[in-house]
């Protein structure tokens, strides 16, 4: 099984929608990133979440630490189509970086 | 501004015929990694350098070599490639090890024919 599992795996919302994706981790988290990846090109940093409860934002996006759950969210709050792509969450287990599978969001115009 | 370069972004190969790609870096990070990334599924890592430490993960086949002559180059060297080894590849940077961000460069996108 997968050490990082997203939720949804792909998601196709209408533009100035809301929408979440999750990443929840089968190890305990001492810090959780998430990356965005075009088709066809390398990942884009987003933010790194490294204490529980904590929560970031950027622009239009969010993200929150829930430790305990050994899980995190990312928000994004009225969608545009240039937020489309592939979400990534990567996290430190033991001594390797690893990554979800990663969710494709497509933004209808 | 400071980045990981790429090159070629693209690159066709023969099957069995050997391959370099290669990644530089102007962000001075001690580490440089390499993915593998195939369709649809998440970057896996093949290796990294630490320095001059070289970590190659356990099951990274022989095929796949690196060399980082100094701080800001990087090469992954596939000696023959297969047809299974047709995928994007992904070199990274950090300032340090586990815990610290991650900068990716653009990938290059490797077609075994």
């Known amino acids: 099984s997968q050490e990082l599992e997203q939720s949804p795996q792909s998601l196709i919302v209408q533009e100035g929608k809301n929408l979440t994706i999750n990443c929840t981790s089968s190890?305990?988290?001492?810090?959780l990133y998430w990356y965005k990846q075009k088709y066809g090109e390398g990942l884009i940093f987003l933010m790194m979440?490294?204490?529980?409860?904590e929560e970031k934002s950027h622009e239009k996006i969010t993200a929150k630490l829930d430790e305990k759950k050994q899980q995190s969210s990312l928000h994004i709050t009225a969608s545009q189509p240039s937020h489309a792509g592939i979400y990534l969450c990567?996290?430190?287990?033991?001594?390797?970086?690893?990554f979800g599978p990663g969710t494709r969001l497509s933004v209808l115009p | 501004d400071a980045m990981v370069i790429q090159n070629p972004r693209y690159q066709v190969t023969q099957f069995g015929k050997p391959v370099t790609l290669s990644c530089s870096q102007t962000?001075?990070?001690?580490?440089m990694y390499w993915y593998q990334q195939k369709s649809s599924q998440a970057p896996k890592l093949l290796f990294h350098?630490?320095?001059?430490?070289?970590?190659n993960e356990a099951d990274t086949p022989d095929n796949f070599q690196s060399r980082r002559p100094n701080t800001s180059f990087c090469f992954l060297d596939i000696r023959s490639p297969g047809l299974g080894d047709a995928a994007m590849y992904l070199c990274?940077?950090?300032?340090?090890?586990?815990?610290?961000?991650?900068?990716f460069g653009p990938g290059t996108r490797l077609t075994v024919t």
């Open positions: 990274a940077t950090s300032r340090g090890g586990s815990g610290y961000e991650q900068y």
């Open positions: 190890k305990t988290l001492y810090g």
């Open positions: 979440l490294q204490k529980g409860g």
């Open positions: 990567g996290a430190v287990h033991g001594q390797n970086f690893v």
């Open positions: 962000l001075n990070h001690n580490v």
């Open positions: 350098y630490y320095d001059k430490d070289f970590n």
